[in-house]
């Protein structure tokens, strides 16, 4: 059963990025998920009209989310709860002495509780963290939902079987057809949503991830998983092998959230382009892997491409902010 609460401004715009296409000899399209909405926006939301659907489903009255310390996610998870009358409750990994800058600042306005833990508390034992948050609130006398780390689980990447959905729709209204679809990975969710939607659909597109942490190994399990997880809800199973997972791996730079100056000139070169204002943890990353690529000869068979802007713009720190000359 899938219930759906939706508060995502939907459809997104496609844009042509024309100053950038011209410079590359190629269509480049973007999608505008990062304008889903204002507090309540990236892609997350997508997943969320989904996860949250589910907690009140069960009459859940709290969330119960995780992330980095500047998650995008854990922001958008206050920001619903906060518009639906819910508490929320944000495993962070970071430090709680840490300015509360971007994201952590809206958390706090938000009215989020927050419990900061260390980078291994949570790459381990983020989920028995959530689970004990859980059981607190219990006697406390709430029912609190648990999101896992990016909504990204198959009810969550049902947001994303639904974008793509969406995507095929806009391609008659401007009577284009994108053979590549880009996105940017972090938790798996989106490229496993994406990838559902283009196959079920029988569509020819390729669909693209830049990895920006771990490997793309490591990701092709996560999404293969996530795609069996996406059929229990369709009631419909993909076969898939996972070479045909087109995860380009070789652009978190310095690791997830840390970045290299050539990566923030390169926002700051988009940004003068095209007025668009892309992340330091997750587009500018995935979209200066693109452009390189592109630049390399890996996607000349390829002439619509469509990048997915999957939002982030709060997500910058004083050290991202700092590199820019
Ligand atoms: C979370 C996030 C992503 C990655 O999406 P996943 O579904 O977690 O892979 C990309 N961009 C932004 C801005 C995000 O916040």
Redesign the pocket.
């Known amino acids: 059963m899938v219930n759906r609460i939706r508060f995502a401004n939907l459809p997104t715009r496609i844009e042509r990025l024309n100053r950038l296409s011209k410079e590359l000899g190629r269509n480049i399209y973007i999608k505008r998920d ?1 304008e889903t909405g204002m507090e309540i926006s ?3 939301i997508r ?1 969320l009209e989904f996860s949250v659907g589910e907690a009140l489903e069960n009459n859940c009255d709290y969330l119960i989310t995780c992330g980095g310390i500047q ?3 854990a922001r958008a998870t206050a920001a619903v709860a906060a518009k639906l009358g819910l508490g929320s409750y944000l495993v962070l990994k970071g430090d709680e002495n840490e300015e509360a800058e971007g994201n952590l600042f809206l958390d706090k306005l938000l009215g989020a509780k927050i419990k900061f833990v260390t980078k291994g508390e949570y790459k381990y034992n983020r989920k028995e963290i959530m689970e004990d948050i859980r059981k607190s609130l219990e006697v406390e006398g709430h029912k609190a939902y648990i999101i896992p ?4 689980n198959g009810m ?2 049902l947001g ?1 079987v639904n974008a793509m959905e969406e995507i095929l729709e806009q391609e008659k209204q401007i009577d284009i057809k994108f053979d590549a679809i880009v ?11 994406l990838y559902y939607g283009n196959r079920v659909n029988n569509n020819p597109a390729t669909i693209y ?1 830049f990895n ?1 942490c771990d490997t793309k190994e490591h990701f092709q399990q996560i999404v293969l998983k996530l795609l069996d997880e996406i059929a229990i809800y369709t009631g419909k199973g993909i076969d898939v092998n996972e070479d045909e997972l087109h995860i380009i791996d070789g652009y978190p730079g310095l690791g997830y959230a840390l970045n290299r100056p050539e990566e923030i000139e390169f926002i700051n070169y988009i940004a003068k382009l095209e007025g668009i204002i892309l ?1 330091p ?3 500018g990353k ?1 979209m200066y892997g693109l452009v390189e690529e592109i630049k390399k000869g890996s996607f000349d068979k390829h002439e619509n491409i469509l990048f997915m802007h ?3 713009i709060f ?1 910058w720190n004083r050290e991202q902010r700092g590199l820019l000359k």
């Open positions: 990062d990236g892609n997350k997943k998650s995008n996610h780390e990016g909504a990204s969550g990447s994303y996105v940017t990975v972090g938790s798996g969710g989106t490229y496993a949503g991830g920006i992340d943890v997750y587009t995935a999957t939002g982030g997500g």
